[in-house]
DNA sequence: CTTGACCTTGTCGTGACGTCAAGGTTTCTA
DNA sequence: TAGAAACCTTGACGTCACGACAAGGTCAAG
């Protein structure tokens, strides 16, 4: 036999039976006068079983072992690893279609927000907030949009910040449309801080009500938050507040500090 | 923030990042004088946003497409997409696990062929032909040991022979103990041919034997069998001739002509 | 004599980074 | 104040199982 048909009673490229010669998986046969590599029916076996082993997922590493091995338990490992390889997989793939599906069911809706693909819960309180937002007069406040874009954020990293205060902030605000309204307003006042200076009397006011705004469980979930630094200038807390104009990051730091009084 | 804070905050690795400025997926960040990439608070969102993406399963290409997109509709139909790949991932999976649950059972009963991971039909076949083997005197006759190894590569290859005969042939073989006795008897007779010369009286009296033991109905299967040439000199047969000493290989070739005049 | 189907070796590409290497910078600690 | 530890920079190679291409040589049929 040529190459062509050993690898066609395999099933497989010819590329394929020189890729195996190459690793070593393989040996290479012997050659006519013209170069040709010659098989004989050895190889043929061979190769059918190695492509066996290769089509239940083993990496050609893995067959070499097997093939290797004086076989009988080697094999019987191997295929146990991987078994439970590849229930790791379909647990991992059941996952993420499981979220997929609740995204695909908010695409539907027309409920899958701008920001991207987040949970459940932030894709409700985004929905609550363009409901919010429509009931209103004028535009919405560029702070809405910008604590939205946080918020999605902070979901998403890895920062202490997702352990708990931020699902219990967004649990409060999604299903209570006063409070979103109250909430509305402040973003409202915040955008008007947006050329003001920090020694605004409406930057203290501004502060206030936001903590006032937030619900007493979530302060009380916020233990720890007196070793966040509002004055960290490099790091991330420095570009949160280098997004927002001087008088708005004043307003958040001053908050920030009620919340470290109150907490303490 | 510098690389290693931004990639922190994502969950992601430095490396990562620069991955992501390399194919174009993030812009590059303005440099700090030593030279150092500074991030501002938008690429945190960006690569926040990213990382879902490629969490859920998409390419880096799909992201890009998503992010570059007027997004709404583009975002649903990736990840429609995305979610009948993964289904059809979970179908290979589940296919390949139901597989080696038959291996790994074969495995516990000791019944695993050395000569690899087969159907379990042959599997029983191979563990028939062994026990047939064990009540005998004598060792196993080469012959036999030949002839599992060109079922298993007949039954692992992409010819027409896999089609329809084999099966019944082994399952005719594998359920029929007396059978099987009269197939070893007719191993150990084409063992005798070893030495043999290919005008040897022994050589016709084992092909019509050969015949005579085939089932009509596996006769009956191998339609187009006329189309086989036995004298073939270079290709897959040639080789499976050669691998027999020349009586041995005459008594087979008659034997198949043989079947192709009953067919006829 | 050409056409087409084979074969040869060698090299690059794939995807999403990990892992050195060989340096420069900043920050913490003794 | 020195030195170590922990950052940062670019660049290049490795991963895995081949696919695709280049640039040829070989062989049988029309």
């Known amino acids: 036999m040529r190459i062509g048909e050993l690898a066609a009673v395999a099933g497989v490229t010819s590329r394929t ?6 690793v070593g998986l393989l040996p290479e046969p012997i050659r006519r006068s013209n170069g040709y590599r010659q098989y004989d029916l050895r190889a043929a076996v061979e190769l059918v079983r190695i492509r066996r082993l290769t089509e239940l997922g083993l990496s050609l590493d893995e067959v070499a072992d097997v093939l290797a091995d004086d076989e009988g338990r080697e094999l019987h490992e191997v ?3 991987l078994d439970a390889d590849l229930e790791r997989q379909q647990e991992s793939i059941r996952l ?3 979220r997929l599906a609740g995204l695909l069911e908010q695409a539907r809706d027309g409920t899958l927000p701008a920001e991207g693909p987040v949970s459940a819960e932030l894709a409700e309180l985004f929905g609550a907030m363009a409901r919010t937002s429509s009931e209103r007069p004028g535009p919405e406040p560029a702070m809405a949009a910008k604590e939205r874009e946080l918020f999605a954020l902070l979901e998403g990293s890895s920062t202490d910040a997702s352990g708990g205060w931020l699902a219990g902030l967004v649990g ?3 299903s209570d449309p006063e409070a979103l309204h109250r909430a509305y307003d402040l973003y409202t006042r915040m955008d008007e ?5 920090t020694d605004d009397p409406r930057v203290a006011e501004v502060a206030g009500a936001v903590v006032e705004l937030m619900p007493q469980d979530v302060i009380d979930s916020m233990a720890g938050v007196e070793e966040f ?5 490099d790091g ?3 570009a949160y507040f280098a997004d927002l104009a001087p008088a708005q990051a004043e307003a958040v ?3 920030i500090r009620l919340v470290q009084e109150r907490v303490r």
């Open 79 to 81: 295929l146990a690893a």
């Open 229 to 233: 630094d509002v004055d960290e200038g």
């Open 253 to 255: 730091r001053q908050a």
């Open 193 to 197: 801080l947006a050329g003001a200076g």
């Open 17 to 22: 039976v020189r890729h195996y010669h190459r």
């Open 96 to 98: 993420r279609r499981e």
């Open 236 to 238: 991330f807390v420095g």
């Open 172 to 174: 409060s605000l999604g």
